[in-house]
């Protein structure tokens, strides 16, 4: 009996494996299909993303208000004409202002009105011909040819319209001195740097001033020229940027001038009778 038992024992450990040997193989299959199915599934997910996102894209675009035009950068504005922006200032002096006769058919301009410290209007300025600029000749090499006349109104010493000081008096100088200084703030001398000529122009404004200040003096020449009409002496003297003169006249003024490719010698002088002739 034993030996049979033993004999059974052997018998069994000789049977082919059973089925169950077959699991590695088929858990590594398994594990392949569920990637497989995982990835397909991946695949969809972000493809059905991406269907879903442009629709969005496409709604939007048809629901969402274009975007406004950007707008377009205005044009710089031009600077108002010097007769437009100092038209009131000529109009409140308690004078008349003087330029140029008829005889002069040329383009007329105005300036600018200078007031005393209470505001008071005293003197002002009226262009003839080109409209003269500092560095005009030198950047463009073409002769600028213009006239400028300055009325002066007369004024005696006299207190400040608010009390607090006295204003000081005009004079056929103060005339000079307007005309002077106006002519250099329209020169630049030939091959000087810009940072020179600032020191250039003070040293020159003061000697404009001492110049205006003796009347009698060498520099100054007797020019007589018509003034409404009537010959009017005025002092006169030249230099290398134009010249510059001034008088007195009977109608409670002082006159000015300063010009340059012009000849100073042909021209009169006669009240404004109407100021939109300089707008």
Do not use: N
Not at 3 to 9: A, G, I, L, M, N
Not at 32 to 56: E, F, H, K, T
Not at 238 to 267: I, K, N, P
């Amino acid at each position: 009996m034993e030996t049979t038992s033993s004999s059974r024992v052997g018998a069994q450990t000789a049977e082919a494996p059973a089925p169950a040997a077959e699991g590695p193989a088929q858990d590594a299959q398994d594990a392949q299909d569920a990637q497989d199915a995982q990835g397909a599934q991946d695949v969809q997910d972000v493809q059905d993303a991406q269907d879903a996102q442009g629709a969005q894209d496409v709604q939007d675009a048809k629901t969402t208000p274009a975007p406004a035009p950007a707008a377009q950068p205005q044009e710089a504005t031009a600077p108002v004409p010097a007769a437009r922006r100092t038209a009131d200032g000529f109009l409140a002096a308690d004078f008349p202002w003087y330029g140029l006769d008829g005889a002069f058919t040329g383009p007329r301009w105005l300036m600018q009105v200078g007031t005393a410290a209470d505001g008071t209007v005293e003197h002002g300025s009226t262009g003839h011909g080109d409209e003269p600029s500092a560095r005009g000749e030198i950047a463009t090499g073409e002769k600028e040819r213009f006239a400028v006349v300055i009325t002066v109104a007369d004024k005696s010493l006299r207190r400040s319209g608010d009390g607090t000081g006295t204003l000081e008096a005009t004079s056929v100088s103060s005339a000079a001195w307007l005309a002077g200084s106006g002519l250099l703030a329209y020169s630049w001398p030939g091959q000087m740097d810009h940072s020179l000529r600032s020191d250039w122009l003070d040293q020159q404004t003061e000697a404009a001033w001492e110049l205006a200040d003796d009347l009698a003096g060498p520099d100054w020449s007797t020019l007589s020229l018509p003034v409404d009409g009537e010959p009017t002496p005025f002092h006169y003297r030249e230099s290398e940027f134009g010249w510059v003169l001034a008088g007195s006249t009977g109608g409670g003024v002082h006159l000015g001038a300063y010009g340059r490719g012009m000849s100073a010698y042909g021209l009169a002088f006669s009240v404004i009778a109407d100021l939109a002739a300089y707008e």
